[in-house]
């Protein structure tokens, strides 16, 4: 009840615009009704700051809302393309439409350049529609459309603003009713026009250091130094000398450092801290990429909301990060190249992702070979790159046969290698995957996030997908470790590594068993990641304490590109010659979890796979025997924050197996976002999260939850109000008290 209660008061916070009925005095132009959202407000910060503080009420009609007067006064003072001011003067020309809708003329004829010939904020069809360019020999001097000269500039001969008062008949998609844009400007045959990176960009920890500290940068090499960290665990601290083991565990745990420094600071400090603060931590520009599904499915409210989510996103990328936006149905279009999101940028961007129209079918292949073609030729290389894609429907184009002939594609033949890196190159270009709603192809969607090293999110309702996009850029935005290898290597001669447990993350054993691999790739701010060793430990004949091994990290730091390495201490045991009369042999509660954790699991890819089978009945029965095994453990017992999760996850998959509808609607969505989520030990969406809310799941950093806030405080109204998210759980933390 409270997940729904939640809904409804999302959708509330919304504050969508609907029409109402028209009297006789209105004589508006006709409006399409699946449009009936204002994808321009949408997109605006402005308009967002004024719908929040006053949610939407009910009219006296019960079909509809009224659009509030504060809203449409926004609309007459700030452009809703640029999301600026207007004001008579100052060298911009103002274009009032036949709705009287206004703004900057040359945004304006920016957006009709791209195809839109309806009003951004009210969706009316225009009858004129401004062009910008010199006269042509299509409209004589006679018939030419009259000239509008902006106030204070000029006349000027080689360049006219006109207003082409009649329209070419456009096209229709008759299921859809939605516009198909006419006007669509070629792309480049190689997409080397990426903007330039900005020269400093390489140092950006010298620009955004405060002067107010002396030492400041004694501390930031201090920390630099330090950017991972390696702690280790035996499953038990003492074995006897005679007992020897085949398969003891030890946990290795890592965490990255914070890329906000949390220092103390004495009173006459405080003015200090206060701008540290203000001032942004250090942090690896990002070149990202985003495919969009804009398949006729995509109709209406959903275009509309994730128009509002690219909004947010191209408001919190930083002017040194670079976007480039793909837009594919039946075939795909690179709408955007990759741009630095200045001032400038970022208006050019809303202005692309504005003119989406969702018409067509889904081609997901498609539309990331072209956004993988962004990544491939462009000129120069920001150290983070990410490609995020989300789609709501099936990939009609490569997938073959229907239901439970239905033939999956293999990506990795299909996909460019500057996705996935081949057999034995490693990842390239993580794909953070997005489903969208009941009927989007989960499968394939989680099969592209796994060949490249990303995760796949699971959105449920439409009202979350915002959120969703927040939590994801925010650890793109705060990664502080590139290129990370593990290294195990045996001490003692006699010792040998069986195997590692890794999820999803490349692993690999020496032949001789002497040394461990784990490629683990990029690390967000304050994010860990925990593998299991096995390791053979001999009978020990003549000491006290059996040395196992050590453990030794290297890594690439994304500010400065210098590599990094740095070990562990031994991991050993005591050898006492017999076991104390009486004595307790006590399992580390970490390695406990840990095993909880993969035990979960492989729970749930074994059910899934029976469910793919039909049997449902036998999937549920084994996420009950799991649940059963959980509950045992030590860690289940002490009422560990993890393994309440895991009980809670568990529960939830069982409950989307009720019937194959369910499951085919959402149970297998939600299982491979949490199999993704546990697999690469990071943070996905996944449609109702175990308390209610949408978001609220393991793997979380700070980083993620600073801007999913960011974005539920834009949603629901004001940061004040806003309640702070914290994760249900880290799998370094301890149970709380009871």
């Known amino acids: 009840m409270g997940g729904k209660w939640r809904k409804a008061k999302l959708a509330l916070g919304l504050n969508l615009c609907l029409y109402v009925p028209r ?25 967002w700051a004024v719908s929040s503080s006053r949610p939407a009420t009910p009219s006296t009609s019960s079909h509809s809302l009224k659009l509030s007067k504060s809203t449409s006064k926004s609309s007459k003072q700030i452009c809703s393309i640029c999301l600026t001011k207007m004001k008579q003067g100052g060298g911009h020309a103002i274009f009032t439409a036949e709705c009287s809708h206004s703004f900057h003329f040359h945004c304006i004829t920016s957006n009709v350049k791209h195809g839109n010939q309806i009003c951004p904020v009210c969706r009316a069809k225009w009858k004129e529609i401004p062009l910008q360019g010199p006269p042509t020999l299509d409209h004589p001097p006679s018939a030419r459309p009259a000239t509008i000269t902006p106030v204070g500039w000029p006349p000027q001969n080689d360049a006219v603003m006109t ?24 792309e480049p045959g190689i997409f080397d026009d990426d903007e330039s990176l900005e020269e400093n960009n390489s140092q950006p920890a010298m620009s955004n250091r405060s002067p107010c500290n002396k030492n400041e940068d004694a501390t930031a090499e201090n920390v630099s130094s330090k950017m991972i960290e390696i702690k280790t665990y035996p499953e038990v601290s003492s074995a006897p000398r005679s007992n020897s083991f085949d398969d003891f565990t030890v946990l290795v745990h890592l965490k990255a450092s914070a890329t906000i420094k949390r220092q103390n600071h004495s009173k006459n400090q405080t003015s200090c801290l206060h701008q540290q603060q203000l001032s942004p931590s250090p942090r690896a520009p990002v070149d990202l990429v985003t495919v969009l599904d804009i398949s006729g499915s995509m109709a209406g409210t959903k275009l509309a909301l994730l128009k509002r989510a690219m909004g947010f996103v191209i408001q919190n990328l930083g002017s040194n990060d670079r976007l480039s936006v793909i837009a594919f149905s039946s075939t795909a279009r690179r709408l955007f190249p990759l741009r630095r999101m200045t001032d400038v940028g970022r208006q050019h961007a809303l202005q692309a992702v504005n003119s989406l129209v969702a018409n067509g079918g889904t081609n997901i292949a498609e539309g990331l070979r072209k956004g993988a073609k962004v990544m491939e030729e462009r000129r120069g290389k920001n150290p983070v790159a990410s490609i995020i894609l989300l789609s709501d429907g099936q990939d009609t184009y490569t997938v073959s046969g229907s239901g439970a002939n239905q033939v999956q594609p293999n990506y990795r033949l299909l996909l460019p290698l500057s996705i996935h890196g081949g057999d034995n190159a490693g990842f390239q270009i993580p794909v953070h995957a997005f489903g969208f709603g009941a009927d989007h192809d989960a499968s394939s969607m989680h099969s592209i996030s796994e060949i490249s090293g990303g995760t796949f999110s699971f959105i449920e309702t439409e009202v979350v997908i915002q959120d969703a996009f927040a939590q994801c850029i925010g650890g793109l935005l705060s990664v502080v470790a590139q290129e990370l290898q593990v290294v195990v290597e045996c001490l003692n001669p006699m010792v040998r590594v069986g195997s590692v447990k890794t999820g999803s993350y490349p692993s690999r054993v020496a032949i001789d068993g002497r040394t461990g691999f784990v490629d683990v790739g990029d690390l967000y701010a304050d994010e860990e990641r925990d593998f299991l060793v096995f390791v053979h430990v001999p009978t020990e004949y003549c000491g006290d304490r059996t040395s196992l091994l050590k453990v030794k990290c290297a890594y ?69 025997s799991c649940r059963k095994v959980l509950a045992e453990t030590i860690s289940a017992k002490s009422r560990d924050r993890l393994c309440v999760a895991l009980d809670a996850e568990l529960k939830e998959m069982q409950e989307r197996m009720a019937s194959r509808h369910v499951y085919e609607a959402s149970g297998r969505a939600y ?20 308390d209610g809310s949408s978001l609220v799941q393991a793997y979380q950093t700070p980083s993620m939850v ?19 998210i914290q994760p249900l759980w880290s799998h370094g933390s301890q149970p709380k008290p009871r």
């Open 556 to 624: 690439k730091d994304p500010i400065t590109k210098e590599m990094a390495t740095l070990e562990s201490e031994e991991v050993r045991i005591e050898r006492p010659e017999i076991a104390e009369r009486g004595a307790v042999v006590v399992m580390s509660i970490e390695v406990d979890r840990q095993r909880n954790r993969l035990r979960a699991a492989e729970a749930m890819a074994q059910a899934r796979a029976v469910a793919e089978q039909g049997d449902l009945t036998g999937a549920v029965s084994i996420l009950e």
């Open 163 to 186: 207003v082409v008062r009649q329209l070419p008949t456009p096209r229709r998609d008759l299921n859809r009713r939605h516009i198909i844009p006419l006007y669509q400007a070629p």
């Open 706 to 724: 600073e801007m999913l806030t960011r974005s539920q405080a834009m949603l629901l109204g004001s940061p004040s109000t806003q309640r702070l």
């Open 23 to 47: 009297t006789l005095e209105d004589s508006p132009p006709s409006i399409d009704t699946a449009d009936g959202l204002s994808d321009a407000a949408l997109l605006s910060p402005a308009n």
């Open 671 to 690: 299982i491979l976002s949490g199999m993704s989520s546990h697999s690469w030990q990071r943070a996905t969406a996944r449609g109702d999260s175990t």
